[in-house]
């Protein structure tokens, strides 16, 4: 009997603290999901004021700019955490979160407006918090409403008149000097050496009895190193029918080919001996590169030319072709304007016009004013941006002026 006694005792003992341990963990569980829901009192932010929207100015449309005065709980450890920017097109209506800023903020660019159509903006101020990485609460405080407004395209970027005084600059003085020289001013051009030696590779062409090879590159009409090539053309053509010496261009292209054909013709007939011009000295070879550059190798080991030229755009081709006019000992004059091609004219030929040389030239032997104004007035174009570095370095090595803010373009 007292055993039973005891057995029950002790059941009842386990079946209460049971319950109590159970009870005790479910109040624990309600605590903490308490503490999650509730958001703690007066920490709402202040709204924020002074919204503004307005175009975005300088630009190409499709933007605008919402500036706003921080709130005075947003400083460090205040209340708000981040900005939220919503846009409607009714105030009445839905405002769709457009993205947030960082508190500290006071500005946001919408740029994914459409011209013409009005918006409605406002800003909300938020206060939250997170532990590792779970949202536990979240307020905000919206402002008042703003708008509407509407975004457009502006004829001018106002941002950029540094890049159009500049330009205003160049196009004044080509023009000045196109109007010297059409009045007959006498403009000075350096002596381009490559230029002054055409004479002199005729003349040896004259004395051995030879003819004159005269390569206009590999590129068509649409490159301006070949119309600066066809241009030299005209003048080294007038010199060989002066000469009565023969003059042959393999072309790579056909409409180089119609091009040249009419520059030596015209040359023939300026030296006036249009009867010596012949159809055949201008003639089409291939479009192949590698083709067009074993069709000349083969021109020149074969009927050794005194005197070769190659003026215009060359690439890969322009050491084969040189290196065998080298090896003739024929008198060689080469111009491009491809940087990677210039040190294999200079190596192997005996006159190289360099780069801009090649362009000059054609101003150089034409003498003709729209060319001749151009080259004098990018020139002094160069000339003061070489002033201007000298100066902005001097200036600001000395730390005496920031003169490097003239020329910033702002907003890039």
């Not at 605590?31 to 919204?51: C, E, F, G, Q």
Request: aromatic content about 10%; overall charge negative; proline content about 3%.
């Amino acid at each position: 009997m007292n055993l039973k006694i005891v057995f029950v005792g002790f059941f009842i003992f386990l079946f209460s603290h049971g319950l109590t341990l159970a009870q005790e963990s479910s109040d624990s569980a309600f605590t903490a999901n308490d503490t999650i829901s509730v958001v703690p009192p007066d920490v709402t932010p202040v709204i924020v004021k002074n919204v503004e929207v307005r175009d975005n100015p300088n630009d190409e449309g499709g933007a605008i700019r919402i500036h706003w005065s921080l709130s005075i709980d947003d400083y460090k450890g205040g209340k708000v955490v981040r900005y939220v920017i919503l846009r409607g097109t009714d105030p009445r209506g839905k405002f769709e979160n457009l993205g947030d800023v960082s508190s500290g903020t006071g500005q946001f660019i919408d740029n994914a407006t459409e011209d013409k159509v009005e918006y409605y903006y406002k800003v909300a101020a938020v206060n939250e918090k997170k532990e590792d990485g779970r949202l536990l609460w979240s307020v905000s405080a919206d402002s008042d409403i703003v708008g509407p407004v509407k975004s457009s395209a502006q004829w001018f970027n106002f941002e950029r008149i540094n890049v159009f005084v500049g330009t205003l600059f160049v196009c004044l003085a080509i023009f000045i000097y196109i109007q010297m020289a059409k009045s007959g001013r006498n403009l000075y051009v350096r002596k381009i050496a490559g230029l002054e030696s055409v004479d002199e590779a005729v003349g040896r062409a004259t004395e051995m009895g030879r003819k004159i090879l005269y390569v206009p590159g590999i590129n068509d009409m649409d490159n301006v190193q070949t119309i600066a090539g066809i241009t030299i053309l005209g003048r080294v053509a007038q010199i060989a029918a002066e000469y009565e010496t023969w003059i042959e261009v393999p072309t790579c292209r056909s409409l180089v080919m119609v091009t040249a054909k009419e520059i030596v013709k015209e040359a023939y007939s300026k030296a006036g001996r249009p009867d010596a011009y012949n159809e055949d000295q201008v003639h089409y070879l291939t479009d192949d590169q590698f083709g067009y550059a074993a069709a000349i190798d083969g021109m020149i080991v074969r009927e050794r030319p005194a005197a070769i030229f190659y003026m215009g755009a060359f690439f890969a081709e322009s050491l084969i072709m040189a290196e065998t006019g080298n090896s003739i000992g024929a008198i060689q004059i080469a111009g491009t304007g491809q940087p990677s091609q210039l040190p294999f004219f200079v190596a192997s030929c005996d006159y190289t016009l360099i780069g801009e040389e090649l362009f000059a030239a054609s101003a150089y032997l034409s003498r003709e004013p729209r060319l001749l104004g151009s080259l004098k007035g990018q020139d002094l174009a160069k000339a003061a941006i070489l002033v201007s570095i000298i100066v902005g370095v001097v200036l600001e090595t000395f730390g005496l002026f920031q003169f490097s803010g003239f020329f910033r373009v702002i907003g890039e």
